[in-house]
């Protein structure tokens, strides 16, 4: 778990790094797959040879957990506000569930709880007046919440069989994500917005090397060594610490503190509930 709060709090971090010197400088499909690029680079010493099938398994775990879940990501953005966007991203914990219930070929309800509570947490924090068009925006982005989530309950599933390391399975799951996103920087991107300042191409290299390289790999693994409503709730814990992250240390302001403590306290109700209904869940 300690694994899992620790990528919560760098992830946190590089929200606001993407928001100060990337968002609306670099284009999207640039700076994404400068990312995936450099996660691969990383991971290029620990290749190793697997069957073909394994192999694209991989791939497909990883174009789909961050490739594709990117691709909807910003393409929800125009047609969503910022905080539409944040508000619609707190279902993951229910895709979560509801994935880690298929694979394990189950249903059952109770272990729903925390997922939900962790679900409305977030509703409190984020809640905000929505726009009158947003129903394109709001399936993308519900779209991209099902990659990430079905991207993370497969990695887990795969790590019940798989004993390749950790980091050899990580240079296939990030060369699918490079492929897909690689593809749409090919057809989507506006060249004319590249990364040509020192502060960008430093952001990138972090976001690239740390935040997604290691940041992906330290919870692809975390997410095996937890319970499947643990990591759903997990889930949500990146919008109360991406707020913290902004006012701490980028001046951003809170306008409602007591919405802010009264979601991470049902955050951390539902996450008490995980531990306590753990013996029940199939790791």
């Known amino acids: 778990m300690a694994l899992l709060w620790l990528i919560t709090a760098l992830w946190a971090v590089s929200f606001s790094l993407i928001g100060a010197y990337l968002s609306g400088q670099v284009d999207d499909y640039i700076a994404v797959t400068s990312r995936m690029l450099l996660a691969l680079m990383i991971f290029l010493p620990f290749w190793r040879p697997v069957h073909w099938r394994q192999a694209l398994v991989m791939m497909a775990t ?37 994935f880690a219930d298929l694979f394990a070929k189950r249903w059952p309800k109770q272990l729903w709880a925390p997922a939900l509570l962790a679900v409305a947490g977030a509703a409190v924090i984020r809640w905000t007046e929505l726009s009158e068009d947003y129903w394109k925006g709001f399936l993308l982005i519900q779209a991209a919440n099902a990659c990430f989530a079905l991207g ?29 996103t690689s593809a749409a920087m090919l057809g989507l991107a506006d060249w004319s917005k590249l ?21 992906y790999l330290g919870w692809s693994y975390g997410s095996t060594l937890v319970n499947a409503q643990q990591l759903a709730v997990m889930n949500n814990m990146l919008i109360p610490a ?36 753990q013996s029940a869940i199939t790791k």
């Open 62 to 98: 990883g174009a789909i957990e961050i490739g594709m879940t990117y691709l909807f990501l910003y393409r929800s953005y125009h047609y969503l506000s910022v905080p539409e966007l944040l508000l619609f991203t707190i279902f993951t914990p229910i895709y979560v569930s509801l």
């Open 195 to 215: 990364p040509l300042t020192p502060q960008q191409q430093g952001v990138l290299l972090w976001l690239g090397i740390v935040t997604s390289g290691l940041g």
């Open 242 to 277: 991406g707020i913290m992250v902004n006012v701490w240390f980028w001046h951003g302001q809170v306008n409602d503190w007591p919405r802010l403590v009264l979601g991470c306290l049902c955050m951390a109700v539902a996450l008490w509930l995980c531990r306590q209904r």
């Open 152 to 180: 993370q309950v497969w990695y887990r599933h795969q790590s019940l069989q798989n004993q390749l390391p950790h980091r050899a399975r990580f240079f296939w799951f990030f060369l699918g994500a490079a492929v897909i």
